[in-house]
């Protein structure tokens, strides 16, 4: 039956699996941070991540040495990996799945900001709009007050921010295979964790491990999946939109798993971001 599918909506099927497990992925992080250590839930995830990845190198381009021009790339986007990592999940133990995905899907509007002095890439009076219509559901969804704004926020915002440079300088690793997009961050991240890890190490129990190892699953199926969806799709705007169906994933396994329901802030802004991400794909795709 899948192989019945046209190559636009094979694009979407990988796309949709690979965005749940990123989400499933998440889901099991924010329960184990209840029992371990933030960065040793970040550094358990990462090298479980790194092995299935290893397993699935030889339909994902393979293990290849990094070209010397581009090693810095790899060692940004590998920092930036570990920043993002450290603070979502960080996040995650604060704040409803839901609430953080909605401050992290400010992403698509840091990232096309940050491809004006990166890439001097030129940004259309209406896309200005829609990237500041972007951030006003990003103020609404982070409730700002007199009091201030929730910590745990702020170290969401962190983590888009982190995500954003790491997602924009992988368009100058265009010649590496998808393998290479993936595993070298989640190396990197793995060895920067390791001091932390060292100086208070703490085995995971038992009953810990079937959520690492559904972490590091969730991770590796979203990073092969996004890569054949890539690879199938005819266009990237196909398949751009998908990455909202994460919020979908946040609501459903927050309510079902730990309870959260969504406040109001939340979901009004989460609805005016998820609508100018959307418009600001669709515009990239009339011009594409």
Known sequence: MFNRLNTSHKGMVFALAGYSGFAI???SAKFLTASLPIIHIVAF????ACMFLALAAPFIGGFRKPKPGLLKFHILRGVMNFMVSVLIV???SKLPLASAYTIVFAKPFLVALLAIPLYGQKVQPRHWAVIAAGFTGVVIAMRPS???IDPAMLLALGAACCSALMWVTARSLQEETPFALGFYPALCTAVLCLPFVLANFQLPALGQLPFIMICG????CGIVCLSLA??????SAAIAPFHYSQMIWGGLLGYLIFGDVPSSHTLIGAFIIIASGLFLILSERKNL
């Not at 995830?45 to 479980?48: F, G, M």
């Not at 699953?217 to 590796?220: D, F």
């Open 230 to 235: 890539y690879r199938a799709a005819p266009s």
């Open 45 to 48: 995830i990462v090298l479980c």
């Open 90 to 92: 960080t996040a995650f």
């Open 146 to 148: 007199l009091a201030g």
């Open 217 to 220: 699953a969730g991770i590796s």
């Open 25 to 27: 992925s998440d889901a």
